[in-house]
């Protein structure tokens, strides 16, 4: 990962310069909130992909990092939006925004990233550029509410279970390539495959976070354990699971699921499950 960043080293820096500029604002608690979020450990995987992309098909102009800028603002948004509804104390091994500053900061610095980011999208004038990144806008937040329709279902199957992962996840990853192909001139296949591309990590890079839910150290992974189960989120290596085990096995789960609280027996009962019926390795594999 670090070989491949460091291709992008320079470009990857004027993107942090972008963020504080792009968060100008005359009120203080949208910056003050808005750096604290951005500099608390993300990868950068999101404007990475674009960056990456325009410099796959050789383009040297300087549009690139504030597009990319912006597709790290949409993702940022989506963040204090989710840790609000998940009720998160975490984010990345440090505290979450809402935590420090309450459900009504998050989500209004949430809405300013949005509409600061349609803003310097319009500036940069590229409608492709806007119409992709618009319909990943729209998709994640389809996603957000099919996964709140899915909380607790323990009938839910892998394609719906994929569907929302597709929306949350993948569909700004494939955006963000995609962005980075039309900033670079793309043919309309090379698009489509920068696009498919970034789909398929999308995915498979949520396969494993939703994996680490049952598995992570936290101190490691800045990801507390049990967290989306408790939230009533059942992913794959729990609907793998609910797919062996036997119907008492599944009502116990079901109970546990639809609890107020999780305690540590509970989620130790549903990990041995997991454990035994290869949940973890199917979502891996």
Known sequence: MESVLALIGDDLKNVEK???KDLESNVPLIRKVGEYVLASGGKRIRPALLLLASKLLEYKG???????SVVEFIH???LLHDDVVDSANLRRGLASANSLWGNEASVLVGDFLFSKSFSLMVADGDLNVLRVLADATTRIAEGEVLQLICTSDVEITEERYVEVVVCKTAELLAAACQAGGIIGSA????????AAFGMDLGIAFQLMDDTLDYVADEKEFGKSIGHDLEEGKITLPLIETLRSCSDEEREIVAEIIEKEELDPEDFEQVLELVNRFGGIEYTVN
């Open 18 to 20: 972008q963020f504080k």
């Open 62 to 68: 300087e549009r690139h990092v504030p597009i990319a």
């Open 76 to 78: 940022t948004a989506t």
């Open 187 to 194: 043919t309309p296949e090379q698009e489509r495959a920068l």
